[in-house]
């Protein structure tokens, strides 16, 4: 019996197609509604069905339509044996974010992908990235996925590092779950889940992100936390490392506020280690915590989603550290 997919289209290059005088890419409606005569013989591999949440660039994602995507897997979750989440490249790692910590204990793979170029063109990576994806969506990996340039990596784990490569995206802290070259190589251990599932949807806007750079000032802080930020991301240098002057006596005072800031590195791949030298020990005797081994991406969707669960105080520092849906060790 065919596996039953369901493909669910959000827009993104891969549906765009030129407009204009100056060919700007624009999504498609045509695209939005079956993709199937643009990629022969894939409905040889599973029965598909196509429904669309938006059609838009993936720069104006919002976490509201992170909800309308998990909405509609969770409804379909049994009806279907996998899912293909079709998504632009910019935001497509926070969507994978989202959807992991959302779609708890999750029995179905839910496999999102997208391309560099739209699916029209002649020299297109869509049709490989639709064709690997639709065949991972019929595996038993149980888990929220990203497919691109040949790897299927676990969503949380992913970030986009690269605009021309066809090989867009990494997973820098964690080993990708298949190799898809002329034959298929497993690689880590996909999750399992523990118990029934369960949607948990509900994400906060509370949170700031501050990128240092030398010379910056720490009223930045006191800035976004007056605009009403409960949660604040620093992508600090190195190993987590804070400038001596002023910032540490700025993360003590927010933290001793209740306000949780958390250091992450501006390096992407590594763990930070807190107090291997003494830019990161102040920020943790300030009280920040750490974004250890995560992405960024994953730093700052867990936190939006463990504040609209209404994880706050010491139960949000318990539990942002634990791993909900292998984001970290």
């Known amino acids: 019996m065919a596996s039953r997919l369901l493909f669910i289209h959000t827009g993104g290059t891969l549906g765009m197609v030129p407009v204009g005088t100056d060919g ?28 669309s949440v938006c059609n838009i660039d993936s720069s104006d994602m919002s976490p509201d339509r992170w909800v309308s995507i998990g909405e509609m897997i969770a409804s379909s979750v049994h009806d279907f044996d996998g899912f293909v989440v079709l998504h632009g490249t910019d935001t497509m790692s926070f969507t994978a974010c989202a959807l992991s910590f959302m779609l708890r204990d999750l029995p179905r793979p839910v496999i999102l992908t997208g391309s560099q170029r739209p699916l029209a063109e002649p020299r297109t990576d869509a049709r490989i990235n639709l064709v690997h994806s639709t065949l991972c969506a019929m595996m038993e990996i149980p888990e929220v996925g ?27 802290n964690f080993p990708p779950l298949l190799e898809m070259g002329v034959d298929v190589k497993n690689g880590a251990e996909p999750l399992r889940p523990r118990g029934a599932f369960r949607f948990r949807h509900g994400f906060s806007r509370d949170v700031a992100v501050i990128s240092l750079f030398p010379g910056c000032s720490a009223a930045q802080l006191s800035w976004v936390i007056d605009q009403g930020a409960r949660v604040v991301v620093l992508r600090t240098f190195g190993d987590g490392n804070l400038p001596r002057e002023a910032w540490p006596s700025a993360v003590e005072a927010a933290t001793s506020h209740g306000i949780h800031v958390i250091i992450t ?65």
Request: with cysteine; hydrophobic share 35%.
């Open 24 to 51: 700007a890419l624009a999504p498609a409606d045509h695209f939005a509604r079956s993709m199937k005569p643009y990629i022969p013989g894939v409905e040889s591999l599973a029965e598909i069905e196509s429904r």
């Open 146 to 172: 990203l497919y691109f340039g040949s790897r299927l990596f676990r969503g949380n784990r992913t970030t986009k590092v690269s605009l021309q490569s066809y090989h867009a995206f990494a997973s820098p």
């Open 265 to 329: 590195s501006q390096c992407r791949s590594g763990t930070i280690s807190p107090g291997r030298y003494e830019g990161s020990r102040h920020g943790f005797d300030a009280g920040a915590l750490f974004g250890e081994d995560m992405t960024g991406e994953a730093v700052v969707v867990k936190s939006m989603w463990l504040l609209g669960q209404g994880i706050t105080g010491e139960a949000f520092r318990a539990s942002f550290n634990q791993p909900l849906a292998g984001e970290c060790r």
